[in-house]
């Protein structure tokens, strides 16, 4: 049942974060000041301060334990444990500013169904750090990820927001727990029938991230064929979650 009173949940995944997820808090806070909101930190087996930090807030956050590794494993505990009208959720480091909010929120409350923030929207501006391999690596994936979710510019920026139903929908049977799963999450979005509507960020490059573009990069390749036969074998679901144009 949803809260009530909560309008938008807000997970943010987290591992090691004890640095800078205390700036990040404060921000999100910020953004989150005059709304019904909660915020929903999920520590995927930390082993610093990261839990210390998330109790000594200020405001309100809860606080969730996910023993099983990874991010898409943490985000999908966050979001069903949501209780908000709303729920999505971006990157402890908060690369993806949060001054979107407003505009995201808007939006859903004017019956977009799926809100992502995109570094390829043209008005987006983003300031990057990354190595050529990185650069390379990120190309052949949006192409290789491209046959999976047609018509959406970028599947991994951090911060993406939904209708709680559609977002239960989705993360329910999510069967991939690493760095990929945005793209098995907007594939069964879009097989329900959602319109993805992607909106600017502004994205700046955070040192610190815990993606390693060789090891983790390679297995999100593996990744995108495992998603796309696991697809292959669900039967198709019936698009009631999404309302009708009038």
């Not at 993806?96 to 570094?119: Q, W």
Request: hydrophobic share 45%; glycine share 8%; net charge positive.
């Amino acid at each position: 049942m949803r809260r009530a009173g909560v309008e938008l949940s807000v997970v943010v995944p987290v591992y090691n974060e004890e640095r800078r997820l205390p700036g990040s808090l404060v921000g999100l806070g910020l953004a989150l000041r005059g709304l019904a909101a909660e915020v929903i930190v999920v520590d995927n087996g930390s082993t610093d301060r990261t839990a210390d930090v998330v109790r000594d807030q200020r405001f309100p956050v809860t606080l969730l334990h996910c023993p099983d590794r990874g991010k898409g494993a943490a985000v999908r505990a966050g979001v069903l444990a949501a209780r908000g009208r709303f729920v999505g959720f971006c990157d402890a480091d908060l690369a993806a500013s949060v001054d979107a909010l407003p505009s995201v929120l808007r939006l859903l409350r004017h019956g977009s169904d799926v809100v992502l923030g995109s570094r390829a929207h043209p008005g987006s501006q983003v300031r990057a750090r990354h190595s050529l391999l990185r650069r390379l690596g990120a190309w052949a994936f949006r192409r290789a990820a491209r046959s999976i979710v047609p018509g959406v510019g970028d599947t991994q920026c951090g911060f993406k927001f939904f209708t709680r139903e559609l977002a239960v929908a989705a993360f329910e049977p999510l069967r991939t727990k690493g760095f990929t799963f945005d793209v098995e999450v907007l594939a069964r979005l879009q097989r329900l029938g959602a319109v993805v509507e992607e909106v600017p960020v502004r994205w700046i490059d955070v040192a610190g991230s815990s993606f390693a573009p060789l090891r983790h990069g390679l297995r999100s390749f593996a990744d995108l064929q495992r998603i796309r036969a696991v697809l292959d074998t669900e039967p198709r679901p019936v698009p009631d979650l999404v309302p009708e144009a009038a």
